[in-house]
């Protein structure tokens, strides 16, 4: 089981750190994303780390605003958001997956092993 928390009402440029903890089983041997959709959209993989070496992966869209990092210690996998847009409102998942790379995590949002309920984030004056 996944459990997101975090999220809220920000101004634009502001910043949220979302968490997903982890219970049941080892964070640490799975691929983490996080992802987020919009309704009526398509879900969208915007940052992932992989579970062997620790490589991050990025969508463009947040590339250089967006930080993802897993705690171990906490089996925690949080995602540091930085100059949060309008277009970054949505619902953010967290999403693992055994064995495969970040980017591959990031390119398929709809297949995970693990599923959290959602936070939503809303990026509004």
């Known amino acids: 089981q996944l459990v997101e928390s975090g999220g809220g009402l920000v101004q634009p440029g502001g910043s949220l750190r979302l968490s997903c903890a982890a219970s049941?089983?080892?964070?640490?041997?799975?691929?983490i994303g996080w992802s987020r959709q919009v309704p009526g959209e398509e879900r969208e993989g915007v940052s992932c780390?992989?579970?062997?070496?620790?490589?991050?992966y990025y969508a463009d869209s947040v590339k250089g605003r967006f930080t993802i990092a897993r705690d171990s210690a906490k089996n925690t996998v949080y995602l540091q958001m930085n100059s949060l847009k309008p277009e970054d409102t949505a619902v953010y998942y967290c999403?693992?997956?055994?064995?495969?790379?970040?980017?591959?995590?990031?390119?398929?949002?709809?297949?995970?092993?693990?599923w959290g309920q959602g936070t939503q984030v809303t990026v509004s004056s």
């Open positions: 049941g089983f080892i964070l640490g041997d799975y691929a």
């Open positions: 999403y693992a997956v055994w064995a495969v790379t970040a980017q591959a995590l990031c390119d398929n949002p709809n297949r995970s092993n693990y």
């Open positions: 780390v992989s579970g062997t070496d620790g490589s991050t």
